[in-house]
């Protein structure tokens, strides 16, 4: 794993110091929220809003989050996207750099706070096609920009979407998988690798993606502008893959394909381009966010979320896994203008019918 203190949360109380680059340490901190940074609402002695993310040591390098913050400049530039802003620190740069009284150097960056709300439930649903917009815009400029020299992200190929070289680890240390489980999701791991690695041959689109455009990470403002935020967990990736995680939480949810539909209209209607392969590859890169998540619950184990959905996080993954298998699981996407999967083991349907699942609905943890 890339990172050394995954359970020791200290390095999070920090604010005060690392306020200093921008001369607020007196300001007013509310902590909004814990994973792999922590982010807190930041209140000026004049009222003024922002938002500070203080940076997990160890989970990104400093090039790595100067990369993000370059790409965040460069689509602010285009106008085409409203994002949360990195504001300039005392010293004129946008990354905030302090020694923290445990001795280790800490990383966070000061963002203006968008006007809005976040959207739940049916305001998502109901937003679904603004989103899809949104994504093909990033989609389209991650073709055509050219990253400076030193830009560094992860990469989510068939080689770094799993093991010891994903972000979150290997979805095989996460407690509570039984026997039966575990040999599911080996057998989906391999079909998910031979998948992938066809799919450049087959000219899926891949390039930089935001991997998390989430409900959290969205705020739409009172004109219905979506504006987005977080771009941490950027990565080079299959734009599908983008897709999957904006229904990370919602992949076993009964209207799935009709969601993905909607997303799917608004990010076509914005000039995003798909092809036969793209349809074709959207199970796979929904079953492999699953397996990312099974590494996540255990790698974050310290968070209240992770807690909270572990249980069900690994049901729902082994229910959409047997569909996944049996080439049962989002079909009705995968087929779109004439595409199929790669052909993948063909005694894998015979072999999943002796394996016993329980494939009725299951509740959310609260």
Known sequence: ????????????????????????????????????????????ATGVRGVLRMHRPGYRTRAEIESELAWLDAIEETGRIHIARAMPTCDGSKLGVFKNPLGDKQYAVLFNYLRGTTPHDADFTDNLERIGSVAAILHTMSRTWMPPQGFTRATYDCNHMFGSTCDYGDWRLTTGIDSTQREVFERVERKIRHELASAASRNAGFGLIHSDIRSDNLVIADDGTVQLLDFDDCAFGWYMFDLACTFTFDAARDDLEQQI?????????????????????????????QLQMLAWIEFRNETDYAQRMHDTMIKEAESIAYRYLQD???MGIARMQGSAPVPFDEDNKAHVDRLHVDRTPIDRAS
Not at 11 to 40: F, G, I
């Open 261 to 289: 539909k909607t997303y799917l209209a608004g990010y076509m209607n914005a000039g995003g381009s798909l092809n036969a392969s793209d349809f074709a590859l959207v199970p796979t890169c929904f079953m492999a966010r």
């Open 1 to 44: 794993m890339r990172c050394n203190q995954l359970h020791d949360v200290r390095w999070a109380d920090y604010t005060e110091e690392a306020l200093r680059a921008w001369n607020l340490q007196d300001a007013h901190v509310t902590k909004l929220s814990l994973s792999e940074n922590a982010t807190y609402l930041i209140q000026d």
């Open 328 to 330: 049962e699981y989002l």
